[in-house]
């Protein structure tokens, strides 16, 4: 059973582009998170999506920044006209639709992807 | 909104010594405080939870004392075992709405 898949591992972008970082869930999973690690940094909250909707999108920066999960296929999280600043790990997670015996409803992570802006 | 600081950036122990990592929050209301662990190059892989109903929950060497009255909790792990060495990060959960608060992390290295 496969676990949180991102891709790409590594990204390069210049100053401008666009980076698209995709993110499939866990079978059975439909619950998707995005999380961002800046250098020197915790993780912060961007978004919570489940399929076709955000649910919660208060961590996101107000521009450049978009995410989906749709219907078929993987969760993107689109960075349009990159900055230096945008330089960091992206972690998406995903979970069930509620904890395991009511417990608490447990996040299981991809291993990031690391977005370097030239 | 959900605040939580962990206020020691680092924590430095000997092998068989026990560790414990501190956390802080603000707001009351959670059903869960989690804690997850992380390597470098990995992401975050889920370690403990405690329920918002009660004081202490135990696994193995691992175990999370929750004091509601100061608003904190943390995380002890006895022994210690260099592989424990890693970046802790504590966030409240819920049952259903899996999105967490994280604080900053704590880096803990075990000596050999």
């Known amino acids: 059973n496969a676990g949180v898949m991102q891709n790409p591992r590594h990204l390069v972008r210049r100053r401008g582009q666009e980076a698209r970082l995709r993110c499939s869930p866990m079978?059975?999973?439909?619950?998707v998170y995005w999380y961002r690690q800046l250098p020197e940094e915790g993780l912060k909250f961007m978004v919570y999506l489940q399929k076709e909707n955000i649910i919660d999108e208060s961590g996101m920066p107000k521009e450049r920044f978009s995410a989906e999960f749709p219907k078929e296929g993987p969760s993107i999280l689109r960075i349009q006209q990159v900055v230096r600043g945008d330089s960091a790990a992206y972690f998406c997670?995903?979970?069930?639709?509620?904890?395991?015996?009511?417990?608490?409803?447990?996040?299981?992570f991809g291993a990031g992807s690391r977005l370097t802006v030239l | 909104d959900q605040q939580v600081k962990q206020n020691s950036p680092s924590l430095s122990v000997q092998e068989g010594r026990i560790s414990i990592l501190n956390c802080d929050y603000t707001n009351s209301m959670f059903d869960y405080f989690l804690w997850y662990k992380k390597y470098p190059a990995e992401g975050p892989t889920f370690l403990i939870s405690?329920?918002?109903?009660?004081d202490k929950n135990e696994d193995g060497r691992f175990t999370v004392f929750l004091n509601k009255s100061a608003k904190h909790l943390s995380l002890h792990i006895v022994p210690s075992q260099p592989g424990d060495s890693a970046v802790y990060f504590c966030g409240p959960g819920g049952t259903s709405y899996g999105k967490l608060t994280f604080g900053q992390g704590t880096i803990l290295t075990v000596h050999p």
């Open positions: 997670a995903s979970s069930p639709s509620r904890g395991h015996d009511s417990g608490a409803n447990v996040l299981t």
């Open positions: 405690i329920s918002s109903i009660k």
């Open positions: 079978k059975g999973h439909s619950h």
